[in-house]
């Protein structure tokens, strides 16, 4: 069996996670959950680039979605949940 | 609007766009069989003309230089956006915060040895970036999330020195404009805006590639400034009036 042909089930599996992956992110209701779902999909999306052969674009989407997306997120989050918080004391 | 007309304006839209998509996907070349030429002709030329072994970096900092610039400029005028809207000068921004640091010991350790293994695998992927996959933007990024586990797993006081605005704007400012003056002094030697100054080295070594070496770098010192601006910025908006308050409560 040749390299290429080795590939060919891998590829398939990470084109599942993937496909499998994104609505699952999209069904997550709960906005912090969901940030953690979107870091796992990211993850499955860097292990697709690296099974296609692209390690550049695989480091690229690991520092966006490992480090920089949920930070944002995470903070935004936070200072919503705060508001709640403090209009739920004011009432 | 009505639920009903919702749907009767959805429903030909809908399928108007997944007509056009399955068009277009019926169009695709073949799993596997990439037919545009650039490539090749990139992966023919970049090793033996700059000696750099990875073609990615090789293409972004010397066969489209200028692009790699237009695109570090984005992040660039992104920080300055953030910072515009975020910074409060009125804010004492150095008054020492008491915040409750992590209680658990084993996750403080773990985190502290994350901060050096990550700050490691950055400044790795920054220098070996034109030879093997990385570069300057990918480890900017993790050379800066490591440093902000130091937050995470440490206290205010341990992170302070990679927040403060009067060490980092200047840096910033070192690595976007490093990029453009590069550019310029190849336009004062007498040649195009980027043309590769310096010897090309030898091919799979740190010596390689020119004047790649250093727009790497200017571009993994913008980036982890970047960061670091974009991380101090968002800490001294959100998570800090939380923390104090939720220490007063």
Redesign the interface.
């Known amino acids: 069996m040749t390299l290429a042909a080795t590939l060919v089930p891998l590829q398939a599996v990470s084109f599942a996670l993937v496909a499998l992956g994104a609505p699952l992110v999209v069904l997550t209701r709960d906005p912090l959950r969901q940030a953690l779902v979107n870091g796992v999909y990211g993850v499955s999306l860097v292990c697709l680039f690296v099974v296609l052969q692209a390690?550049?674009p695989?480091?690229?989407m690991?520092?966006?979605s490992?480090?920089?997306y949920p930070?944002?997120i995470l903070?935004?989050i936070?200072?919503v949940r705060?508001r709640d918080r403090r209009k739920e004391d004011d009432s | 609007m009505s639920r009903r007309v919702r749907m009767l304006v959805l429903g030909p839209g809908l399928l108007g766009l997944g007509a056009l998509f399955a068009w277009a996907i019926a169009g695709l070349p073949a799993f596997g069989h990439y037919r545009g030429p650039y490539g090749y002709v990139l992966n023919r030329l970049v090793v033996p003309l700059r000696h750099t072994t990875?073609v990615?970096?090789g293409t972004n900092f010397d066969v489209r230089g200028v692009d790699t610039m237009g695109e570090e400029f984005i992040l660039y005028a992104a920080v300055v956006g953030v910072t515009l809207l975020l910074r409060d000068e009125s804010n004492a921004r150095h008054v020492e915060r008491h915040t409750r640091r992590l209680r658990n010991e084993t996750v403080r350790l773990a985190g502290v040895a994350m901060v050096g293994g990550g700050l490691l695998v950055g400044l790795w992927?920054m220098a070996f970036g034109y030879i093997t996959?990385?570069?300057g933007?990918?480890g900017g990024?993790?050379a800066?999330?490591a440093v902000?586990l130091l937050y995470l797993a440490g206290s205010h006081r341990d992170y302070s020195p990679f927040r403060d605005a009067h060490v980092l704007d200047p840096l910033e400012g070192v690595g976007a404009g490093g990029y453009v003056v590069v550019g310029l002094a190849a336009l004062a030697s007498g040649s195009a805006f980027l043309t590769n100054l310096f010897g090309r080295g030898t091919t799979g070594t740190l010596l390689s590639g020119g004047s790649i070496v250093i727009l790497n770098w200017a571009a993994a010192i913008a980036v982890t400034c970047a960061?670091l601006l974009l991380?101090a910025e968002?800490?001294e908006?959100?998570?800090e009036?939380?923390e104090t308050?939720e220490a007063g409560a």
């Open positions: 390690p550049d695989a480091l690229s690991l520092a966006v490992g480090i920089g930070l944002v903070a935004a936070a200072r705060a | 990875n990615v970096m992927l996959p990385g570069g933007f990918q990024v993790v800066a999330g902000l960061m991380f968002f800490l908006t959100y998570v009036p939380l308050e």
